[in-house]
DNA sequence: TTAAATGCAAAAAATTTGCAGACGT
DNA sequence: ACGTCTGCAAATTTTTTGCATTTAA
């Protein structure tokens, strides 16, 4: 597992603490929205400016660092970018949990976006329900 | 196919110009966002308000009506709620196409959920990439 | 040293709310 | 006629921007 600040600098950004810290909540939690994060960094660096996180959300996100998890009825969670992976997502609680592809292979959806003559990039998987806490 | 006037009655709604409306922009257009939406109804309706356009599709929603397509990147869309699909979206223009869910039978993605007792209500597949238009 | 990043405050954009009047049933 | 829905304007929330100062490399 590479360190994060290894990650910045190989994506070209500097490895600030503010950075590093978004980094470390999102490795912590696996999935955040902004406000989240805002939140959670306030503990260590007070100063944190929010504009700063949005800033910086956005910067990872056009540097491939991060991946956007846009989510039906709420704010949109980040997650530090790995391979692709399927969410579970609670519709009472929020909460998003990953599992493998494995089920699904690539070739698949590949396939699926050639029917229309699409160049797939990139594929998200979203189930909806309800997840082991919620349905106590 | 159900007329609107129907569906939104057995939805326990009144059907109102700019309600039918909105369907009808959603039927033409597959899917739309609150904006285009907006701009379009007003073509026909032109004293329809933002705020009408909000609270309509929240209240269709919620009666489930219509359903949600959350983007990466870009303002939520939104559809005429139909059998689970998979959604084509072009990372260059936004376009949205539908595609069947043929290939990735239901008892497959429940059984994936299961794994992490994780009770499924509904699947959203989004495959990112480039549509035949865009890369000309 | 210096280009990039932060934090602030202000601006802009997006969404929600309350309510008087209009409308569907 | 009645309760729902609309449109407006105002309030709120979310996101973006510009700039002076700080900081990583």
């Given amino acids: 597992m ?8 190989e994506s070209g950004l500097k490895a600030t603490i503010q ?18 994060i805002y939140v959670t960094v306030r503990e260590k660096h007070a100063s944190i400016s929010l504009a700063t996180v949005y800033k910086n959300i956005e910067m990872l996100l056009e540097k491939g660092v991060l991946a956007e998890v846009p989510l039906a009825g709420r704010k949109s969670k980040y997650e530090i970018k790995k391979h692709d992976h399927i969410h579970l997502i609670c519709q009472v609680c929020g909460s998003v949990e990953d599992e493998t592809m494995d089920a699904i292979p690539q070739e698949q959806l590949t396939r699926i976006a050639q029917k229309d003559d699409f160049i797939l990039s990139q594929s998200q998987i979203n189930l909806y329900g309800i997840c082991r806490n919620c349905r106590q």
Same sequence: chains 1, 2.
Avoid at 20 to 34: K, R
């Fill in 19 to 36: 950075r590093l810290s978004i980094l470390e909540i999102l490795q912590g939690t696996g999935h955040s929205t902004i406000d989240d």
């Fill in 2 to 9: 590479k360190n994060h600040s290894e990650l910045l600098r």
